[in-house]
């Protein structure tokens, strides 16, 4: 069981992590609706990336702040 301290800190850290998925979100459409050169496609690669990384983090943390219930 978690205590309050550390589920104030992974709330924190988990709003944390929404504000960068959402920021990374808004950079990568806004770089793809825009003709580049291909190595600027390659950082959209690496952006998409990053962006799932913290969705995979995001959701660990709500696993972890909201139990289970029981059928």
Do not use: F, G, W
Not at 18 to 44: G, K, S
Request: net charge negative.
């Amino acid at each position: 069981m978690l205590t309050e301290k550390e589920i104030a800190d992974a709330r924190a850290t988990l709003n944390e992590l929404q504000v960068e998925h959402r920021d990374l979100n808004l950079i990568v459409e806004h770089l793809a609706a825009t003709p580049l050169p291909d190595q600027d496609q390659l950082l959209i690669q690496r952006l998409k990336k990053r962006k799932l990384m913290l969705k995979d983090k995001i959701y660990q943390l709500e696993k972890m702040l909201v139990p289970d219930i029981p059928a």
